[in-house]
């Protein structure tokens, strides 16, 4: 049976790469302690994630967010995953090892983008052979094709990277026996069409989500999405939407940071405008979380809250998200990267936040 804390304890697959290149399992994507994809991943899966019962160090991130009254994924698992599954069959499955991306985005780093990896190469700043980091790919595919059985399950979730970028996914679909029983979930930048190929592969499974990653339009989203163009990717989508197949549902997942929040409502209404539900009219609906790091919301200040609260009152879901941080002013450490990185990409800040400028100068 499936485990009654936390259905993913039992039935959740997350596969992680570590710095190594070695791959982590873990339940879901922010449990934190993994074990080894290889021969014994059953029975260590069996010893050390069913046998919890109960809140954990590894579970904080689901604690948090319960004890602030915020849906968690561990409430989560019990609409994905079935009270009878078969303890340690794969019900559910997060790929985010293939981290190959064409973007460097300021909210991201080289831990989550090749690209990244590059231009701290261009530094004089080796953080990972991507050579390697390839061939790493290829092998960890294998391996979880070998190690894991596919027969039930029922919900995929591809990070990136850019999954659209290579053909992961693709290796990974074409392994699955029981398409029209599964549930895709992708994170993408909207940057790629996706292939005919592609098309025609998830036209055999349930649903496709289709998350696409927009924390701004226009100069802002070319800003922090760098060196992505928001007229192509909004292009994309217009045309997606009308191409899709029918069990694509969209969904835009919106990184809260503290100067972009100030103008969600530029994102909401260009959702409204361009892309209110795909075709058959279900509703596209959007999913907002805080940045981390440098970006995070606590580094917001108490002046831009108040216009942020002036905008859109008491009750908005950004005002919220923000009530949840302890307010301080920005590091110092993020100043020295809008330095450094403004000056390497010709960008400023400044000239794409300007109602920001004097908060933040």
Not at 85 to 100: E, G, L
Not at 209 to 216: H, K, R
Request: net charge neutral.
């Amino acid at each position: 049976m499936s485990n009654e804390f936390c259905r993913y304890l039992s039935n959740g697959y997350s596969f992680f790469r570590k710095p190594s290149g070695k791959i982590q399992v873990t339940p879901c994507c922010l449990f934190k302690d993994g074990i080894p994809l290889d021969e014994n991943l059953e029975k260590n899966r069996k010893k050390i994630f069913n046998s919890i019962n109960t809140w954990t160090t590894n579970c904080d991130a689901c604690k948090k967010m319960e004890d602030a009254g915020i849906p968690s994924l561990r409430l989560s698992s019990f609409d994905k995953i079935p009270k009878d599954s078969v303890s340690n069959s794969m019900v559910t499955m997060d790929v985010r090892f293939d981290i190959h991306c064409n973007a460097a985005c300021v909210i991201c780093d080289f831990r989550s983008s090749t690209l990244w990896q590059k231009e701290y190469n261009k530094q004089n700043t080796t953080v990972l052979k991507i050579n390697s980091y390839l061939a790493d790919v290829n092998d960890n595919i294998e391996k979880i094709i070998n190690f894991v059985s596919f027969e039930n399950l029922q919900y995929i979730k591809f990070f990136g990277g850019e999954p659209l970028l290579t053909d992961t996914h693709i290796r990974i679909l074409e392994k699955i026996p029981n398409p029209k029983n599964v549930t895709l979930q992708y994170t993408t930048n909207g940057s790629i069409y996706p292939s005919d190929q592609v098309i025609e592969l998830w036209s055999k499974f349930k649903l496709v989500l289709f998350y696409v990653s927009i924390d701004g339009i226009g100069e802002k989203f070319d800003y922090i999405r760098w060196p992505l163009k928001w007229n192509k990717v909004s292009n994309n989508l217009i045309r997606f939407r009308k191409e899709a197949p029918n069990n694509i549902l969209f969904r835009i997942e919106h990184t809260v940071n503290f100067l972009n929040a100030y103008y969600y409502d530029e994102v909401e209404s260009w959702v409204d405008n361009f892309l209110p539900d795909n075709r058959l009219g279900d509703a596209t609906e959007i999913t907002i979380h805080s940045c981390f790091a440098i970006w995070q919301l606590s580094n917001i200040s108490e002046e831009v809250v108040d216009l942020i609260v002036d905008k859109y009152g008491h009750d908005h879901k950004i005002v919220n998200l923000i009530n949840q941080y302890q307010i301080n002013q920005p590091t110092d450490q993020w100043k020295q990267f809008v330095e450094k990185w403004d000056t390497v990409r010709n960008n400023s800040w400044e000239h794409v936040f300007p109602d920001m400028v004097k908060y933040f100068k």
